[in-house]
């Protein structure tokens, strides 16, 4: 059995890579956090046949790191880098750009230790797949048998059912079990779409039961946010992330249409435990529906056109949501991340907007809104310095996705009050956004004075 070291910082991709190099190829699979945690191993253990390894985890060059410890003491092993690595490379050494192509990492894998192709072509897919635990909190009874994974050995695990298909739970027990630092259940890969249907059902039951505007309806939009961005991502745009989807963008043009106490929401928005991106993601499309109405922007369409893009701009960076928070070319080489990360952040304006071409039902001009929504017009960096020349409702988008922004990270960091909206000035020239900017004010000024009376 071929001995493989796995060195992936990313839970789900690690336990994707992990299940796959077991259940496809037979091998034995050892996961280590770092190059030096690696090495050290292989001090102990002369037998490994292959290393998989990110090329930067947190500050430490790994990819590097390998390559001059294998090279220079003659270590008989092969090296797969994931991520974008610009040296020369012999032919002990494979990179795979593109980290996320966990497919080409196995097909790669097979090909380095000789594992007949027609494994793969043939292969069965993996009799379990891991469910973010989460995904089973707003839920209260599964549509499929559900599993906890235990390791047996080094190289086996085995599956214990732990709720059958359609026993009840609480939350109670759910949360039980995060505190003792469970962080997915398992279900059978055929029941993956049934079950992703299922959560969607009950999702779409208890945002109809609920008050518009409650706390627990708040909370409840804030799961459906979380998973239908993960499902969405992973699945595409199926039946049941199409339901999920157009169940939020409905509860968000109903606030619009019957909330009169705007302010009142978006402070209980603010003040939720939920996570950053569903707050961003909620406020800015209260704000520019509110905008749009005040400026008279093609009203209906423009609404629902900013409710989409509000919910998907961020997407992927969905197992990020720090790096949402990055809103200049500054600001992301301050942060001083792995080449594969850096590429993430300063290209998921433009990711989104092809992905969202994939849902038939988009309304129209949703791909530049999101595309755009940094201010880069090819949806790739950051640049507000020619705001001006996009459309109307971009220019709109744009300047409350920053006024958001800025309210939340003053929530989160505190500090002194100040003026957030000279700020907004401060970031954007051009008369149709400062316009703009006037009458995001008018709207914060409508909110409060409907608030006094």
């Known amino acids: ?22 259940t496809y190829l037979g091998c034995s699979v050892i996961i280590r956090d770092s190059a030096e945690d690696a090495i050290e191993l292989m001090l102990l253990l002369p037998e490994i046949d292959l290393i998989i390894s990110r090329n930067i985890i947190s500050n430490e060059n790994s990819a590097e790191i390998l390559i001059k410890y294998i ?6 092993c092969n ?10 490379l012999d032919s002990h050494f494979v990179n795979i750009k593109n980290h996320l192509d966990w497919e080409e990492t196995i097909a790669t894998t097979a090909r380095l230790l000789s594992i007949d192709e027609n494994l793969l072509k043939n292969k069965i897919e993996p009799e379990f797949i891991p469910i973010p635990i989460d995904y089973f909190l707003p839920i209260k009874h599964s549509a499929c048998d559900v599993f906890i994974r ?3 050995s080094v190289d086996q695990f085995q599956y214990v059912k732990r709720i059958h298909s359609g026993d009840n739970f609480s939350k109670a027990m759910i949360l039980k079990y995060i505190d003792q630092g469970l962080r997915h259940f398992y279900i059978s890969k055929e029941d993956h779409i049934h079950f992703t249907n299922h959560v969607s059902d009950q999702l779409i039951n208890k945002l109809e039961q609920e008050h518009v505007g409650s706390d627990d309806h708040l909370k409840l939009l804030a799961d459906a946010h979380h998973i239908t961005l993960n499902e969405v991502k992973l699945l595409g745009f199926n039946s049941a992330t199409v339901q999920l989807t157009d169940a939020i963008i409905s509860d968000i043009e109903k606030i619009l249409d019957t909330t009169p106490e705007i302010s009142k929401l978006l402070k209980k928005i603010v003040n939720t435990k939920t996570n950053y991106l569903y707050q961003h993601s909620h406020m800015t499309s209260l704000l520019a ?9 093609d009203n209906s369409h423009h609404v629902r056109v900013v409710a989409f893009a509000s919910l998907f701009k961020d997407i992927f960076l969905v197992d990020h949501p720090e790096l949402a928070k990055i809103s200049s070319f500054s600001e992301l080489e301050d942060q001083d991340l792995p080449d594969e990360d850096w590429e993430l952040v300063f290209n998921h304006a433009h990711d989104a907007s092809i ?13 530049e809104v999101l595309k755009t929504h940094h201010g880069s017009q090819n949806g790739k960096g950051y ?9 109307t409702l971009e220019q709109i988008f744009i300047v409350c996705c920053e006024f958001v922004r800025e309210i939340l990270i003053f929530k989160e960091k505190g500090g002194m009050p100040k003026p957030v909206i000279k700020t907004i000035y401060e970031k954007f020239q051009g008369e149709e956004v400062i316009q703009i900017i006037k009458a995001l004010e008018k709207v914060l000024l409508n909110l409060q004075t409907t608030k006094k009376a």
């Open 150 to 152: 235990i390791k047996k």
């Open 355 to 367: 992905l969202i071409n994939k849902y038939k039902d988009a309304p129209e001009g949703i791909d």
């Open 1 to 22: 059995m071929s001995q493989i070291i796995l060195i992936e910082p990313n839970d789900n991709l690690r336990e994707i890579l992990s299940l796959n190099l077991q």
């Open 71 to 76: 090279s220079e003491n003659d270590y008989g």
């Open 79 to 88: 090296l797969i880098i994931l991520g974008e690595f610009r040296h020369h």
């Open 383 to 391: 640049s507000m310095a020619h705001v001006e020349r996009l459309g």
């Open 289 to 297: 529906g509110e905008i749009v109405k005040h400026m008279n922007v």
